[in-house]
């Protein structure tokens, strides 16, 4: 049973450009969390989906930030205009169902470099 | 709103030996879970253990355990016979009703041969 998987690993982007983030959930797990650790810290939620919907997207940033899981595919998150202070490790859990009973598990992290 | 305060940021121990890592949160919901998360240098997110919050028996695997005293609202982890592979940073993490995880600030925690 192959774990979350998310891809690209390492992405280097110039200002200005678009980033976009790809997250395939662990067979099974119909629920996805966004979190972004910036360096020298923890991880910061930032959009909860399930399959066509957002759940919640209180930790995302109001502007250039946007999610989508849909019906067919992986979960994207998607940076637009990106900015140094977007340079993060952005990591992709899934869990089975929703609740704080079910335990999220991680993807690799996508490490994102803004020149 | 919810908060998990990590207060140690760096700790080592001698291989073999224990070590307790600290963890408190803050909370106004009574259900609950608590977990801890371990970031090796490859930077994988590795879940080490978890509690739930209505369970008093303290949660164990293998040589980790923990210390959960919910009035205090303190997580403390106990990991037994450290082993140099146990070098990494531990995240303590708190879910409630809306399922997402509010982690800690982390402690890199150093095993020395």
């Known amino acids: 049973n192959a774990g979350v998987m998310q891809n690209p690993r390492h992405l280097v982007r110039r200002r200005g450009q678009e980033a976009r983030l790809r997250c395939s959930p662990m067979?099974?797990?119909?629920?996805v969390y966004w979190y972004r650790q910036l360096p020298e810290e923890g991880l910061k939620f930032m959009v909860y989906?399930?399959?066509?919907?957002?759940?919640?997207e209180s930790g995302m940033p109001k502007e250039r930030f946007s999610a989508e899981f849909p019906k067919e595919g992986p979960s994207i998150l998607r940076i637009q205009q990106v900015v140094r202070g977007d340079s993060a490790a952005y990591f992709c859990?899934?869990?089975?169902?929703?609740?704080?009973?079910?335990?999220?598990?991680f993807g690799p992290g996508t490490r994102l470099l803004v020149l | 709103a919810q908060t998990v305060t990590q207060s140690q940021p760096e700790m080592s121990v001698q291989e073999a030996e224990t070590v307790t890592l600290s963890c408190t949160y803050d909370?106004?919901?009574?259900?609950?879970?608590l977990f801890w998360y371990k970031q090796p240098p490859s930077r994988q997110m590795i879940l080490v253990i978890r509690q739930e919050a209505y369970k008093q028996q303290n949660a164990t695997e293998n040589r980790f355990s923990v210390n959960f005293q919910k009035a205090a609202k303190s997580f403390s982890l106990k990991i037994s016979d450290s082993q140099l592979g146990d070098t990494a940073m531990y995240f303590c993490a708190f879910s409630g009703n809306t399922g997402k995880l509010i982690f800690g600030q982390g402690t890199t925690l150093q095993v020395k041969p």
């Open positions: 859990a899934s869990s089975p169902d929703s609740g704080g009973e079910e335990t999220q598990y």
């Open positions: 989906l399930q399959k066509e919907n957002i759940i919640d």
């Open positions: 909370t106004s919901e009574s259900n609950y879970y």
């Open positions: 067979k099974g797990h119909s629920h």
